[in-house]
């Protein structure tokens, strides 16, 4: 491809990328302002909890660096509420106002249906273009027990989604953030759950494979935390991510978009999650290390690709 018709590519593409990042990339004002001078779609901030959390302790991240992989047990860690509040007004001035605007989203996360609402209100009323409710954080730890994956609950789901909508509205654009289903039963009975609710505008699929494990290389646990067990995140992931698509992409109500996340660190990787039907591509492992610096390359090598 000559060097001019690439910068044209390039320049059209940025228009309509469809590649956003995953949460826990990007979670402070000052990495919001290193993002949006980006091409990236959009801006996701979190999870977001009611309180301040310092997330667990020890070796909580891992990458396997020749297999592009990623183990994580962050435990969510966030400046809480108080901290967004004072900067979201900041943040979402840069994002809308910059030479590609893009929305702002919230990823939020609440440890009862009472403590979803409350946020969900909170962060709408500040001004969120969009929330994600992230019911598929497998990291989260009370004492030395696992905290439940509120996905692989329906009813609890379905719940907060009631509880939700009363409080803001149908027409709040709100992500729901899932878990891979192994299970198709339980994948379609997600979907039907979420298809009831209009408020519900696009499902991310899907967040790490709960409970892997690791050693390094000197045959030590890869992550210190707890039992070592942690979300597998990164390359191993995009085969699993490209079924979860397909099957969403069937059950689903029409109008739901579909992010897809998972495995993503080519360009050739973003077109195979947007072939499998997912609206746009969310990566997340492969912009843990270098963030906004890997980007422009992600997004010039599936200029290629395509």
């Not at 699929?205 to 892997?212: H, I, K, L, M, R």
């Not at 597998?232 to 699993?240: E, T, V």
């Amino acid at each position: 491809m000559k060097e001019e018709d690439l910068q044209m590519k390039w320049r059209g593409l940025i228009f309509f990328n469809r590649i956003l990042m995953a949460g826990g990339v990007c979670r402070t004002l000052e990495e919001v302002r290193e993002w949006v001078e980006s091409a990236v779609a959009a801006i996701l901030i979190g999870s977001i909890t009611l309180k301040k959390r310092e997330g667990n302790k020890g070796q909580v991240y891992w990458e396997d660096e020749k297999r592009k992989d990623s183990l994580n047990t962050n435990g969510l860690p966030n400046l809480a509420v108080e901290y967004y509040e004072a900067v979201l007004p900041q943040m979402l001035e840069m994002a809308h106002n910059t030479e590609q605007p893009k929305p702002l989203i919230v990823s939020i996360v609440g440890f009862t249906p009472e403590e979803w609402v409350r946020l969900a209100m909170m962060f709408l009323k500040w001004g969120a273009d969009a929330l994600e409710l992230n019911f598929s954080c497998p990291n989260v730890w009370l004492e030395k027990e696992q905290e439940i994956i509120p996905c692989f609950h329906p009813y609890l789901v379905e719940e907060i989604l009631d509880k939700i909508q009363q409080a803001v509205g149908q027409e709040a654009r709100i992500i729901v953030k899932v878990s891979p289903f192994s299970d198709p039963f339980g994948l379609r009975t997600m979907a039907d759950c979420l298809s009831k609710f209009p408020l519900v505008k696009a499902l991310t699929v899907c967040n790490t494979f709960a409970n892997s494990f690791a050693f390094d290389e000197n045959g030590n646990p890869a992550i210190t935390f707890g039992d070592g067990l942690a979300g597998l995140g990164g390359s191993s992931l995009k085969y699993i991510t490209l079924g979860q698509i397909m099957q969403f992409k069937k059950w689903l109500r029409q109008d739901i978009a579909i992010f897809g996340c998972g495995g993503i660190s080519s360009g050739e990787d973003v077109g195979h999650i947007l072939d499998a039907g997912a609206d746009f591509a969310q990566v997340g492992t492969y912009f843990m290390k270098d963030g906004v610096n890997r980007f422009d390359k992600l997004l010039l090598d599936f200029v290629m690709k395509r």
